[in-house]
Structure formats: C-alpha cells, structure tokens
C-alpha cells in the first residue's frame, strides 16, 4: 500500500486529477464484419445446391439460421417431419452448446434479409468467388461459386465445423420452398411475442 500512497500523494501536490474512464470497451464481433460473413455465405454456397446455386432469399434464412442456432433444432425437425430419416438426421446434428431462444431477436415479417447482403454478394464478386444466373426476363437471380470460389471455399471451410455440421444434413440439394415457409411463417408462429389487441367495449 505504501507505493500506492506515495503515488497519490506525489499526484495531489502536483494539482493533477487522475480520470478513469468506466465504459466499457467497445469489441467488434465477427458478426459485425463484412468479411467474415462474405465467408459464411460462401460456405453456404459451397454445400447447398452447388449444382444450381441459391436465391438471396434462401441465402438469407440459411444465414439466419447460422447466425441464430438457438432456430437450428426446430427448422430440422420440420424440414424432416414425417420422413423416415428424421431421428437419423436430429442424431447427426451436434449441437454444440445449449443455447436459449431468444425472444427479444428481430421479428422480420417476411424473409430475414439483413440491408448488408448485397455489400457481402459484392464482397464476394468483386474477387471472382461467386457468379450470378437469372432467368430470360433478367430475373430470379441465382448465385453460385465460381471454380475460383470453390477452391476459396476449401481453404475456409474447416473454419466452420458447426456451421457444416448442420449444413451437411440437407446433402447438397435444399428444398428452397420448405425452407423459406418453415423461417418465415413455421419460426415466426412458434416463437414471436405478439402483440395482443383488446378491442374496446
């Protein structure tokens, strides 16, 4: 204790106010990156529909899905409802921590777009990693990795174990459909506080 008087001591003749700041310190999170979730869409790419590649759409809630897997469990048990394999896929799925849901999350209306995407989409173009396909009339845009993708992809993807774990259960042909109902009407349903409107009498 003697240094540390000394020391105040040695500040108060000298007039000085020690300040100390309280707040606490700001990190970055990965999920606040543009790059490390340019990457996990290519990790999406790199496994589901590889063939045909994947609307922004189903890009967006297999994002969600991978950003919030307290969701996983309930979007593969109706992905698999009434199929013979279900308790094979839910015994393939390692979760990797208990997680709780949470209820205070975002409650999108419609499919769970996050105003980046297009900023990860260009992420990824810009360095030849993905390609875009649409139909005749220029619409229902499609992305897929390119050749050059695909090798990025293999360098990256031991970077997401869990991320794949639960991607590689749907094999490489995802039923685009069923996948969005189940985030935009099956979650929403389950989960989402709702407002309840008391009619005046």
Known sequence: MEPLKRLVETIEEKG??????????????PEDRIQY????IAVILGILNTKFGLSKNVIACVDFLLRNDEFQS??????FKGQRNILDKISEF???????????????????????????????????FIEYKTDSNNKN???????????????IKDVFPTEINFLELFGNRLA??????????????????QNVEIEDK
């Open 16 to 29: 000085l106010k020690p300040s100390i700041n309280l707040d606490r310190p700001t990190y970055i999170q």
């Open 37 to 40: 979730r340019a990457t996990r």
């Open 74 to 79: 309930k979007f593969i048990a109706e992905y």
């Open 94 to 128: 390692k979760k990797g921590r208990q997680t709780e849901i949470d209820f205070n999350i975002v409650q999108y209306k419609s499919v769970p777009w996050d105003i980046r995407f297009n900023d990860m989409f260009l992420y990824l173009f810009m360095r030849g």
């Open 141 to 155: 845009i499609r992305l897929k990795l390119t050749e050059t993708g695909k090798i990025f992809f293999s360098k």
């Open 176 to 193: 685009e459909d069923k996948t969005i109902n189940i985030i935009t009407e099956v979650i929403p349903n389950s989960y989402w506080k």
